[in-house]
């Protein structure tokens, strides 16, 4: 499968939240945006994933525009150091984040991916991000029942302004993933 071949997500029926919102831009590892990109933002340069040499994992971060984006935004601007092994990809609403967009993440290349979206009841789609959150519980379980470490997908809900909870979440990840071998695949 190639990252072009998993772009679009399936759409959703209407009036389910992030009906009205385009599905994200790209999904695969191949697409990811690095964060240092990210949050020099507006301007999005895609760019190859790190190829991970020297055992370094690739971690893809899905980011809602209405709140993990603009936080990633602010840690941009303040300079403020992420791991150089998170790819944060912008999404409309976490609510448009499907499973396998995130199977197709692993299958490609990274180690670990993690979904980012508003607080809870602050969902710019309503419950977008409670379905996000029922979504990466069902991945869990379902990598737990093929022998993958559930830890590799999961899910961080935080405010546009809460800065702090985007490094320390990215942190986090990272930490989680580099105590993981590489994923490995076939
Ligand atoms: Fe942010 Fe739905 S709009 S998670």
């Known amino acids: 499968m190639t990252a072009a071949e998993v772009t679009v997500a399936a759409p959703a029926p209407r009036g389910a939240p992030g009906a009205d919102a385009p599905a994200p831009a790209s999904v695969g590892a191949r697409a990811a945006v690095t964060a240092a990109t990210a949050t020099n933002a507006p301007a999005m340069a895609v760019e190859p994933p790190n190829p991970g040499v020297d055992g370094e994992r690739n971690i893809v971060a899905f980011l809602c525009r209405e709140c993990a984006y603009s936080a990633a935004d ?7 150091a992420l791991p150089p092994t998170i790819r944060t990809i912008l999404v409309p609403c976490t609510g448009r984040v499907s499973p396998l967009h995130v199977l197709s993440a692993l299958a490609e290349g990274a180690d670990g991916v993690y979904l980012a979206g508003c607080l809870e009841g602050q969902c710019h789609h309503r419950v977008g991000n409670l379905h996000a ?3 990466v519980a069902f991945l869990k379980e379902l990598l737990a ?7 590799r997908a999961a899910m961080f809900t935080m405010s546009a302004a809460d800065t702090p909870r985007f490094v320390a979440t990215a942190r986090g ?3 989680t993933i580099a105590r993981l071998p590489r994923l490995r695949r076939g």
């Open 133 to 135: 959150l029922d979504r």
């Open 74 to 80: 602010a840690a941009g601007n303040a300079r403020t």
């Open 173 to 175: 990840m990272h930490e």
């Open 145 to 151: 029942s093929v022998g993958v470490e559930p830890e």
